[in-house]
């Protein structure tokens, strides 16, 4: 391990929690072996840790009563919302902890509002979570896959860009006997240890026909495909015994993404049901907790899809909801500005503090400044193979941290609730006429 000041993250040995564990939060990886830097983890190796270390930034805050002036000013804007029966979506707990994941649904439920992940925000579903819902998956934790997989097949998934320490104990320094890594056309190789011998590339476009001819060569023994990317892969499927296939998320271009994410699934029932072999696919995310979303959602609603709560219970929708329905978004960590929404929708956006200049809140955008998970606030994040890890603040925050956030705006909704009807015709119009700046 290393000393000394880490000057790039603007963190000091003074200002760091002295019972901090040190795990990078940067995305689902959760990394807890790293070098450490003034007992903070060194990121500077992975483009996704520098990107997130970028994002949290160093913590300008606010003063404790602008924070509360605008806690408040949301609170009072969603109790409008609520009252004339307006579309509420929140978006991007998948960057959150588990206990403000479980707070933000039960805020809600108290709502009637949708909870949407960002990539399906603008696209009204997560094809990977209905393939699952309707195929199922053959997964794995990543240790199994570590100890006993003989080959592993990266899908769209250039780790050695975005997760190197991931790459380290899966990747070709380790002891695999074979891998293989489906890229896009365009994708680089530069110093990374892959060669192209170890590389299909296959236009995002093209990969539900792709993933579909794999699987009827698999099925067919006998004809062999005249696509040699094919054929290679299907020599690697036949060639294992424990066959990991890692997906990232997904690459720009895919067409027809619900039917690649059932194809997938598809080829892997395939390969499990031909042959001598274990076939097992798992997803390495860029977001921090993921999959502790897929399990707050799936606890309380049965399903991980896009989903509306409400006192009654959740109403699935999938494929039904899009961004331009809603009539107010709140947003947690998603990096999504006033620019990105559709004008007329209403908006307050939760993020690190230095996101936000002096002047962040506008007519129809509030901005609340918060700590980031494993950085300026602590919580339990799920690993991306579902392993529980608690997070430590590894600096003093300096914000008010989400859950509070989300029980003050609850007890100022729940303690106003039945006040609203005195006020209704003033707040409709104030709603009205600053949703339309
Ligand atoms: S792979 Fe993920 S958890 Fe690990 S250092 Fe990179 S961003 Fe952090």
Redo the contacts with the bound molecule.
């Keep these: 391990m290393t000393t000394g000041e880490d000057s790039s993250s603007g963190m000091t040995a003074s200002s760091i929690h002295p019972g901090a564990v040190p795990v990078?939060a940067?995305?689902g990886?959760?990394?807890h072996d790293?070098e450490l830097l003034s007992g903070v983890p060194d990121?500077r190796n992975?483009e996704?840790?520098r990107n997130?270390m970028r994002r949290a930034g160093s913590g300008i805050s606010r003063t404790q009563d602008d924070s509360n002036d605008r806690i408040a000013m949301a609170a009072s804007q969603l109790r409008d919302a609520l009252h004339f029966g307006r579309s509420i979506a929140l978006v991007g707990l998948e960057h959150t902890a588990w206990e403000v994941q479980k707070a933000a649904i039960a805020l809600a439920e108290d709502l009637g509002a949708w909870v949407v992940r960002e990539p399906e925000f603008q696209g009204g579903g997560s094809p990977w979570a209905a393939s699952f819902a309707q195929k199922g998956c053959t997964a794995a934790s990543w240790g199994e896959i570590r100890l006993r997989s003989d080959a592993v097949v990266l899908w769209y998934a250039p780790l050695w860009h975005t997760?190197p320490?991931?790459m380290e104990r899966f990747g070709p320094a380790s002891s695999r006997a074979h891998r293989l890594a489906v890229v896009s056309p365009d994708s680089s190789l530069a110093s990374v240890g892959w060669i192209e011998d170890q590389m299909i590339r296959v236009d995002p476009g093209q990969s539900n026909a792709f993933l579909r001819a794999v699987r009827a060569s698999l099925k067919d023994d006998l004809q062999e495909s005249p696509d040699a990317s094919v054929r290679r892969f299907v020599h690697t499927v036949r060639n294992s015994h424990w066959l990991a296939i890692v997906r990232g998320d997904d690459p720009p271009g895919l067409a027809d993404a619900f039917g690649v994410a059932e194809s997938f699934a598809d080829l892997v029932a395939e390969a499990n049901s031909t042959g001598d072999r274990r076939v097992v696919s798992t997803h390495v995310p860029s977001e921090i907790n993921a999959a502790g979303l897929d399990a707050v959602l799936s606890i309380r609603a049965g399903l991980s899809t896009p989903m509306r709560f409400t006192a009654d219970g959740p109403a699935r929708a999938l494929g039904e909801w899009s961004a331009d329905k809603a009539d107010f978004v709140v947003s947690f960590y998603t990096g999504l500005s006033e620019e990105d929404i559709p004008a007329g929708i209403r908006f307050v956006t939760v993020d690190a503090a230095d996101r936000f200049g002096p002047d962040s809140n506008s007519g129809r955008t509030i901005s609340i400044p918060v700590g980031t998970c494993g950085l300026g606030a602590s919580g339990t994040l799920i690993r991306g193979d579902g392993v529980v890890v608690p997070v430590r603040n590894v600096r003093k925050a300096s914000d008010p941290d989400l859950l509070t956030i989300l029980h003050a705006l609850r007890n100022a909704l729940r303690a106003k609730g039945d006040s609203n009807s005195a006020e209704s015709g003033d707040a409709n119009a104030r709603f009205g006429a600053e949703a339309a700046q």
């Design positions: 990078c940067g995305c990886c959760l990394c790293l990121f992975c996704l840790a997130f997760h320490h991931w």
